[in-house]
């Protein structure tokens, strides 16, 4: 699996939580499971850490997409770090499968939870996103990082998209249920979209 069926996956229980607990309950669920994967993720970084500060946060990155997918560029500043990113796999996805009213829930939450589930006191600033409608994506972590140290780094830490999608479901089924009706429905869509993609969830 990549970026693709991850994006398409996450957009899917949205949509179909939406349509199934209706909007005001439907997006506080999308809320709480979003934040739930994005501490798992966190946490799991944090442990595989050797500091815990913010260079091993940027070291420590569990998932690394395929050549051109995304544009990203990381600028190391005195008192803060900032990632510009101007093309996004997992907006494109959205967008190219008509998907932006649910998807972007993904931007709203996710990287805020991974950095609460690594370190609760540092602070990252979403300051735009394409999912909101902006043209980039910019991210502002209120402290500084060391670029030598992160540049030539080896993450020794990337997990297949099998398994984010795997844990994402099954943050998704702790928050709402094993059993809840917004699930099949939007596995069944997402076989869809793949017929001969072997799902292990």
Not at 78 to 97: H, M, P, Q
Request: proline share 3%; charged share 30%; net charge negative.
């Amino acid at each position: 699996m990549e970026i693709l069926h991850h994006a398409l996956l996450y957009a899917l229980l949205c949509k179909n939580i939406l349509q199934v607990h209706g909007e005001e309950e439907g997006k506080q669920l999308i809320e709480a499971f979003t934040k739930e994967y994005g501490r798992c993720r966190g946490r799991r970084m944090r442990k595989n850490s050797e500091t815990g500060d913010l260079n091993d946060y940027f070291i420590n990155g569990e998932w690394k997409g395929r050549q051109g997918e995304n544009i990203s560029k990381l600028s190391f500043e005195k008192d803060k770090t900032v990632s510009v990113v101007t093309k996004c796999a997992w907006y494109d996805t959205w967008k190219d499968y008509g998907l932006l009213d649910y998807g972007p829930y993904y931007c709203k939450y996710i990287d805020e939870a991974i950095v609460e589930g690594f370190d609760p006191n540092l602070v990252l600033n979403v300051k735009e996103a394409l999912g909101r409608g902006d043209a980039r994506c910019v991210f502002e972590w209120l402290q500084a990082a060391d670029e030598e140290k992160v540049s030539s780094a080896e993450r020794r830490h990337i997990l297949p998209f099998d398994f984010h999608c795997k844990e994402m479901l099954e943050c998704a089924k702790k928050i709402l249920s094993e059993n809840d009706p917004s699930l099949d429905p939007a596995l069944k869509q997402f076989k869809g979209y793949f017929p001969d993609t072997e799902i292990s969830f």
